[in-house]
């Protein structure tokens, strides 16, 4: 594996792509930009490894290991058998193929899917198969074939720690954008009324203590030719998490929720930053301490079922908020403007809607109340 440079680019929650793009600027991705579904820019190898290990808020990181012009499938075929696979790929490796096509002569993803896999196979002695952890994504465009590869495997967001998923959960690379989206850097606690599996809190807590979200899983991109593990521990084990003075709160009336926060918290490694109690919103109460960020991905109705109740919820948030926490910023993700609007809390203009399961929902940010 060469440590040439090629593009990278960065799959994005649709809607968060500026503020990923904000984020890999921060981790010192020079010259990330953003592009249609993502964010991309120049690097090596080891900077698809750091990507992976160390930004929150991608999908996935795919590496854009090389283009050629092809009009019709014959041209497809040809050029596809002298593209240099092994430079990447180790003879009898599984991988599957995946081809998207739009705006050219070859129309017919799975007929170049089938060309493709037949220059692997015949040239490069790599196994075809649909259950294959390794993805070749090949997109068509304007007559432009792109070869990538997934780096990461399974997405971004599963940091290898969460077994407890509530209802209607939060990813976590989504989680870690709002969080950003609401200022947060790590400097202050956080807290989360309505916490389900603790996404928010556990997210909160591992950015404090500078923990690496990559740190405990594994990545496809360690099935390469050339990987490097002596490099790739180095690298992962070059992270210096701390112990901040800070505690995050996580509170839900549901006693199965908060057992299963506090064990996600426990296989995270931040319990000790990181307190869970069942209440409810009425309960709420102000943690010692100075001010932060309350945190809130609330239930709205087309996630949960009927909304009318939910009004009145809302508004008793608003009004627990405005009592109680004076100097804490709150952000709240709905669906539903008019949910939002029953908390009667002084919300910024809204940004741009974000796709969550199926649904678009928006970030409602205040300043310090």
């Given at each position: 594996m060469n440590t040439d440079n090629f593009e990278i680019y960065l799959v994005a929650t649709p809607g968060l792509e500026s503020v990923l793009c904000e984020e890999a600027l921060e981790r010192?991705?020079?010259?990330?930009?953003?592009?249609?579904?993502?964010?991309?820019?120049?690097?090596?190898?080891?900077?698809v490894w750091r990507a992976n290990l160390e930004l929150r808020g991608a999908t996935r990181v795919l590496a854009r290991i090389g283009a050629f012009r092809a009009f019709h499938l014959a041209q497809l075929d040809k050029r596809s058998r002298k593209f240099p696979w092994s430079d990447f790929l180790q003879r009898g490796q599984a991988a599957r193929v995946e081809v998207t096509s739009k705006r050219s002569k070859i129309y017919h993803a799975g007929a170049a899917a089938q060309r493709i896999e037949r220059a692997l196979t015949e040239e490069a002695g790599v196994e075809i198969s649909a259950e294959a952890t390794?993805?070749?994504?090949?997109?068509?465009?304007?007559?432009?074939?792109?070869?990538?590869?997934?780096?990461?495997?399974?997405?971004?967001?599963?940091?290898?720690?969460?077994?407890?998923?509530?209802?209607?959960?939060?990813?976590?690379?989504?989680?870690?954008?709002?969080?950003?989206?609401?200022?947060?850097?790590?400097?202050?606690?956080?807290?989360?009324?309505?916490?389900g599996s603790g996404t928010f809190v556990i997210e909160a807590a591992e950015i404090a203590a500078g923990r690496l979200p990559g740190r405990t899983r594994s990545f496809a991109f360690e099935e390469l030719t050339g990987f490097d593990p002596a490099a790739w521990e180095a690298l992962r084990s070059a992270g210096k998490p701390t112990a901040p003075d800070l505690l995050f709160h996580g509170s839900d009336r549901d006693d199965g929720a908060i057992r299963g926060a506090i064990a996600n918290a426990e296989r995270a490694g931040v319990t000790d930053l990181c307190r869970f109690t069942r209440a409810p919103v009425a309960d709420l109460q102000r943690p010692e301490g100075p001010p932060g960020l309350v945190m809130i991905n609330p239930p709205y109705g087309a996630r949960i079922g009927n909304k009318k109740p939910l009004f009145a919820l809302h508004n008793a948030l608003g009004q627990v908020l405005k009592a109680r926490f004076t100097g804490w910023r709150v952000g709240i993700i709905t669906s539903d403007g008019g949910l939002a609007k029953a908390t009667g809390l002084p919300f910024l203009p809204t940004g741009a809607p974000v796709a969550h399961g199926g649904l678009k929902v928006k970030l409602y940010r205040t300043k310090p109340l």
């Open positions: 010192g991705f020079d010259g990330a930009r953003i592009e249609e579904g993502g964010v991309a820019f120049e690097g090596g190898w080891p900077d390794l993805r070749l994504l090949v997109r068509i465009d304007d007559n432009l074939v792109t070869v990538s590869v997934d780096s990461t495997g399974e997405s971004l967001h599963k940091r290898g720690h969460k077994e407890f998923v509530g209802k209607a959960p939060m990813r976590e690379t989504m989680a870690s954008l709002f969080l950003r989206q609401c200022g947060y850097r790590g400097t202050e606690p956080v807290l989360d009324p309505m916490c």
